[in-house]
């Protein structure tokens, strides 16, 4: 197993801690994401009563697989959401979307009490925030004129897979590199604001803790 595997499998396993008999759990997407699903599988194996909503088709499969129930839609708040991350600058703010789940992982974040992220230390990007290009879900309707909008806030942005990565919403993702990025607020707001564009894989100020693995030991980061 890779050091970064190792990191993610830790702060997974501690995420689960944090797992409580009767919790409705938001379910993100994602390799670090798979780690926490399995673990948690295991307490439901043991008794553990939870249910889940996931924010993708892989997530809700895994979930099902390992007997944990997932529910489509629910009306209330999530106790607590788990999900990982692509980069977290030193606020604690997130870059997201490299799995192509944006969409429905911010919708489980803006309806969960707790948003806990979960990630390996290379995560941890300070001032390289940005150094992973930005996913944006766009429409496939218009999708190059959309884009060249976004390159006019100064990046420069592919579609994935030449256009042929789908999300589980239809849409196509388009990864923007826009170099550092130091005010994810102004930023994430003028790209919602251009018509075509969906979401945005900018997260902020949406994290209550985040677990960062390292080798033998995870560091809890509380924020709210
Ligand atoms: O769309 C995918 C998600 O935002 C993931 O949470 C993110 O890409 C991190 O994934 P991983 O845990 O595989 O690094």
Redesign the pocket.
């Known amino acids: 197993m890779q050091n970064t595997d190792k990191e993610?499998k830790i702060a997974a396993k501690e995420a689960v801690q944090l797992i409580k008999d009767g919790m409705i759990i938001g379910i993100?997407?994602?390799?670090?994401?798979n780690y926490f699903i399995e673990e948690l599988g295991k307490k439901v194996a043991s008794g553990l009563k939870v249910k889940g909503v996931s924010s993708s088709t892989k997530s809700s499969d895994l979930a099902r697989s390992y007997g944990i129930e997932i529910m489509d839609d629910f009306e209330g708040t999530m106790d607590i959401d788990v999900?990982?991350?692509?980069q977290v600058d030193g606020n604690g703010n997130l870059i997201?979307?490299?799995?192509?789940?944006?969409l429905r992982?911010k919708i489980v974040a803006f309806n969960s009490r707790r948003v806990c992220i979960i990630v390996d230390r290379e995560k941890m990007a300070g001032d390289r925030f940005g150094s992973f290009p930005l996913p944006v879900e766009v429409t496939p309707y218009f999708a190059s004129g959309t884009i060249k909008h976004i390159e006019k806030l100064g990046s420069h942005c592919k579609l994935r897979q030449n256009g042929n990565f789908v999300t589980d919403n239809g849409n196509l993702i388009a990864d923007c590199e826009f170099g550092k990025i130091s005010d994810p607020c102004i930023l994430e707001k003028k790209i919602k604001s251009i018509p075509g564009v969906v979401e945005v894989?900018l997260f902020v100020n949406m994290t209550s803790e985040i677990i960062v693995g390292s080798e033998n030991s995870a560091k809890f980061i509380k924020l709210k």
């Open positions: 993610k993100g997407t994602g390799s670090t994401v999900d990982g991350a692509d997201k979307g490299g799995g192509g789940a944006l992982e894989g």
